[in-house]
């Protein structure tokens, strides 16, 4: 064999040998049950039956802390009467947790002259909350999750009204708990995607596999006898998140740890994101940008607030993990393993680059969190005070922690460059949740004309939907619908939108057709289903108005919408004895509402019960004083009796 063809074939040899293993180890570095949609979850007690040492550790930290039935073991509350009272004085009602046997319910109540004239009583079936900051209530009607209106801070240990519910937006027990708050404080549950808040089962904590990702194929591999010493060489049949890189870290803790405006991709939903993973794959997380008040921080923005330091934005190797230990709880973790993190970078602990003075530092026992970490009050939970994660040099000064000078826009923390329909979903949110103002509008229209890409047309147009229904535009709204047909639209808020921009137009024959698509696709949307019945209701549709509203009421007989419209079906139908039945259950379930205390006046003065008319219609006057309706009644029945 000539020499030369020797050579060549010793090249592509030596070719083939130099490619051949990286491809192998590129292909065996491949986490296996990240992107495997077979590989499924098993659930925290088969995890433990290996990892018995790590699960009780684990159970003890705020993540396996995190939600719980509602035992007087898991409460960190204090049911004294001196502590066990809460007032809203501006909805005027009472608000007093208390044990029945080893039940806990909540009661609302509301006095006038000290007599009790209200009184709704609720049972609690959860418990959000390690009890390290809050204990939060959560009670199931039918599978529908709704949060009750107080929390026990446990560090100021005092009742108070829940975060969110204070100054007038007290929504009584109406919150829903949604998946989105579901998938963040618990393990993933098994939720019904045609509603906003129905679950068929719950977890009772977050659990291993938020972490690792779903177990089945380690589990498969190990019982079959594949073992895996992985103090050589990585078990890649489940996510170990020490062996990600520094940014894939950061992506399974910011999963919930980057508390803001978190957008999903199309067809993406809460339960996609896999360690192992960009989170960007799934959503991308926004966060306001202020001028002052930069020790202003959200309590679960950890990762929003260390990338804002210089430590991290330096290293370019600093995760959750270089602190911490997520199987062990910070309660348990001994000072030293923070301290020595600093060390480990800042010349080690004779800490030589601190300017600070000696007897300070001795002082403070040479504890670099003190100083660079201190704790601070959240904007969003009262009454808790956090480790802000914003490592600085200094204390931030009176001028620089004093209030807000400026809106600069919000920030994607998970995605240096989102695209412009994600930014214009991302101002809708942020407008829609928390700070309704035209401006983030205008901001939503500004990125939406900025989407020049193929498919821009069509998802541009449910968001410009969106953007004109909050503008609260209805003709624009319905404009943009005009080349739609509903059966052929798959989304139901969309649906719905289109439903109510007509109705607000006086259409309602034109509406109609939307909310039926709305609640097609979304069933068990309890408000979806009561703007479809009231549509039907508008049109003289009452045989089926009435099978929507009896549908929702087996759903849950507390809804209140329902109970009010059954009652005022009932009452023109002349069945006045179930009609009032309805009545005073809304009347029960939200004493102020303005539609039941027109329908109980009606009712009263049809027959011929003239002061308890004129008792409700002074009732909805306390409440809405400008309320021309009940003006008008007032004034008619004052005329005639």
Same mark, same amino acid.
């Given at each position: 064999?000539?020499?030369?063809?020797?050579?060549?074939?010793?090249?592509?040899?030596?070719?083939?040998?130099?490619?051949?293993?990286?491809?192998?180890?590129?292909?065996?570095?491949?986490?296996?049950?990240?992107?495997?949609?077979?590989?499924?979850?098993?659930?925290?007690?088969?995890?433990?039956?290996?990892?018995?040492?790590?699960?009780?550790?684990?159970?003890?930290?705020?993540?396996?802390?995190?939600?719980?039935?509602?035992?007087?073991?898991?409460?960190?509350?204090?049911?004294?009467?001196?502590?066990?009272?809460?007032?809203?004085?501006?909805?005027?009602?009472?608000?007093?947790?208390?044990?029945?046997?080893?039940?806990?319910?909540?009661?609302?109540?509301?006095?006038?002259?000290?007599?009790?004239?209200?009184?709704?009583?609720?049972?609690?079936?959860?418990?959000?909350?390690?009890?390290?900051?809050?204990?939060?209530?959560?009670?199931?009607?039918?599978?529908?999750?709704?949060?009750?209106?107080?929390?026990?801070?446990?560090?100021?240990?005092?009742?108070?009204?829940?975060?969110?519910?204070?100054?007038?937006?007290?929504?009584?027990?109406?919150?829903?708990?949604?998946?989105?708050?579901?998938?963040?404080?618990?393990?993933?549950?098994?939720?019904?995607?045609?509603?906003?808040?129905?679950?068929?089962?719950?977890?009772?904590?977050?659990?291993?596999?938020?972490?690792?990702?779903?177990?089945?194929?380690?589990?498969?591999?190990?019982?079959?006898?594949?073992?895996?010493?992985?103090?050589?060489?990585?078990?890649?049949?489940?996510?170990?998140?020490?062996?990600?890189?520094?940014?894939?870290?950061?992506?399974?803790?910011?999963?919930?740890?980057?508390?803001?405006?978190?957008?999903?991709?199309?067809?993406?939903?809460?339960?996609?994101?896999?360690?192992?993973?960009?989170?960007?794959?799934?959503?991308?997380?926004?966060?306001?940008?202020?001028?002052?008040?930069?020790?202003?921080?959200?309590?679960?923005?950890?990762?929003?607030?260390?990338?804002?330091?210089?430590?991290?934005? =330096?290293?370019?190797?600093?995760? $959750?993990? &270089? %602190? @911490?230990? +997520? *199987?062990? !709880?910070?309660?348990?973790? /001994?000072?030293?393993?923070?301290?020595?993190?600093?060390?480990?970078?800042?010349?080690?602990?004779?800490?030589?680059?601190?300017?600070?003075?000696?007897?300070?530092? =001795?002082?403070?026992?040479?504890? $670099?969190? &003190? %100083? @660079?970490? +201190? *704790?601070? !009050?959240?904007?969003?939970? /009262?009454?808790?005070?956090?480790?802000?994660?914003?490592?600085?040099?200094?204390?931030?000064?009176?001028?620089?922690?004093?209030?807000?000078?400026?809106?600069?826009?919000?920030?994607?923390?998970?995605?240096?460059?989102?695209?412009?329909?994600?930014?214009?979903?991302?101002?809708?949110?942020?407008?829609?949740?928390?700070?309704?103002?035209?401006?983030?509008?205008?901001?939503?229209?500004?990125?939406?004309?900025?989407?020049?890409?193929?498919?821009?047309?069509?998802?541009?147009?449910?968001?410009?939907?969106?953007?004109?229904?909050?503008?609260?535009?209805?003709?624009?709204?319905?404009?943009?619908?005009?080349?739609?047909?509903?059966?052929?639209?798959?989304?139901?808020?969309?649906?719905?939108?289109?439903?109510?921009?007509?109705?607000?137009?006086?259409?309602?024959?034109?509406?109609?057709?939307?909310?039926?698509?709305?609640?097609?696709?979304?069933?068990?949307?309890?408000?979806?289903?009561?703007?479809?019945?009231?549509?039907?209701?508008?049109?003289?549709?009452?045989?089926?108005?009435?099978?929507?509203?009896?549908?929702?009421?087996?759903?849950?007989?507390?809804?209140?919408?329902?109970?009010?419209?059954?009652?005022?079906?009932?009452?023109?139908?002349?069945?006045?004895?179930?009609?009032?039945?309805?009545?005073?259950?809304?009347?029960?379930?939200?004493?102020?509402?303005?539609?039941?205390?027109?329908?109980?006046?009606?009712?009263?003065?049809?027959?011929?019960?003239?002061?308890?008319?004129?008792?409700?219609?002074?009732?909805?006057?306390?409440?809405?004083?400008?309320?021309?309706?009940?003006?008008?009644?007032?004034?008619?029945?004052?005329?005639?009796?």
């Amino acid at each position: 064999m000539p020499v030369r063809f020797i050579r060549s074939s010793l090249l592509i040899l030596v070719a083939i040998a130099l490619i051949y293993p990286t491809f192998y180890c590129n292909k065996q570095q491949t986490w296996l049950n990240v992107y495997d949609t077979g590989v499924h979850y098993v659930g925290m007690a088969t995890c433990r039956s290996c990892h018995e040492e790590v699960y009780k550790t684990f159970s003890q930290t705020g993540m396996g802390r995190s939600f719980g039935l509602a035992t007087k073991e898991k409460s960190a509350a204090d049911f004294t009467p001196e502590h066990a009272l809460v007032y809203d004085s501006v909805l005027n009602y009472y608000y007093k947790p208390f044990w029945q046997n080893d039940s806990l319910h909540i009661m609302e109540f509301r006095l006038e002259h000290g007599d009790t004239v209200h009184k709704l009583v609720h049972t609690i079936n959860y418990i959000v909350g390690s009890g390290q900051h809050t204990n939060s209530h959560i009670f199931n009607v039918n599978g529908y999750l709704y949060q009750a209106p107080i929390t026990f801070y446990t560090q100021k240990h005092k009742w108070d009204l829940a975060p969110g519910f204070e100054k007038g937006a007290n929504s009584r027990f109406g919150r829903m708990i949604e998946l989105e708050c579901m998938s963040c404080h618990n393990g993933y549950p098994q939720f019904n995607a045609e509603s906003e808040n129905k679950f068929s089962q719950v977890q009772l904590g977050i659990d291993c596999e938020r972490c690792h990702g779903p177990g089945s194929l380690h589990v498969t591999e190990k019982l079959a006898g594949h073992i895996v010493d992985t103090s050589k060489t990585p078990d890649y049949t489940i996510v170990n998140p020490r062996r990600l890189s520094t940014e894939l870290q950061n992506n399974v803790c910011q999963r919930c740890h980057l508390q803001g405006i978190a957008v999903l991709n199309d067809n993406k939903s809460f339960f996609d994101f896999r360690p192992g993973m960009r989170l960007s794959e799934v959503m991308n997380v926004f966060m306001p940008e202020y001028e002052g008040a930069r020790d202003k921080m959200i309590m679960a923005s950890h990762v929003e607030r260390m990338k804002k330091s210089n430590c991290y934005i =330096q290293s370019g190797k600093m995760s $959750c993990i &270089t %602190c @911490h230990n +997520p *199987h062990v !709880s910070v309660k348990f973790t /001994p000072r030293s393993q923070y301290i020595n993190a600093c060390s480990g970078c800042h010349a080690g602990a004779d800490q030589k680059h601190c300017t600070e003075k000696e007897a300070v530092r =001795q002082a403070q026992g040479n504890d $670099c969190v &003190t %100083c @660079h970490m +201190p *704790h601070n !009050s959240s904007i969003d939970i /009262p009454h808790v005070a956090v480790t802000d994660h914003y490592i600085r040099r200094r204390p931030l000064s009176d001028t620089q922690a004093s209030k807000i000078t400026a809106f600069f826009g919000l920030q994607c923390f998970n995605n240096d460059h989102p695209n412009a329909i994600t930014k214009a979903r991302a101002y809708i949110e942020f407008h829609e949740r928390y700070a309704p103002t035209g401006a983030l509008l205008d901001s939503a229209l500004f990125y939406l004309d900025q989407d020049k890409s193929k498919e821009a047309g069509a998802l541009q147009n449910k968001d410009l939907i969106r953007v004109y229904f909050l503008m609260n535009d209805p003709a624009k709204v319905t404009a943009l619908a005009s080349g739609l047909q509903p059966e052929n639209l798959s989304d139901a808020w969309t649906a719905y939108r289109i439903g109510e921009s007509y109705t607000r137009l006086g259409k309602n024959d034109a509406a109609l057709a939307w909310f039926a698509r709305a609640v097609s696709l979304w069933k068990y949307s309890l408000d979806f289903e009561n703007k479809y019945g009231t549509c039907l209701l508008s049109l003289g549709k009452t045989d089926e108005a009435l099978k929507v509203f009896r549908f929702i009421l087996d759903e849950n007989p507390d809804n209140i919408s329902a109970n009010t419209n059954l009652g005022f079906i009932c009452m023109h139908s002349g069945d006045m004895n179930t009609a009032r039945n309805y009545q005073l259950a809304a009347a029960t379930l939200d004493p102020d509402n303005r539609q039941n205390l027109i329908n109980m006046a009606v009712w009263s003065y049809t027959m011929n019960r003239y002061d308890d008319a004129r008792k409700a219609i002074e009732h909805l006057l306390h409440k809405y004083p400008n309320d021309e309706q009940a003006q008008a009644m007032l004034q008619d029945l004052n005329a005639k009796h």
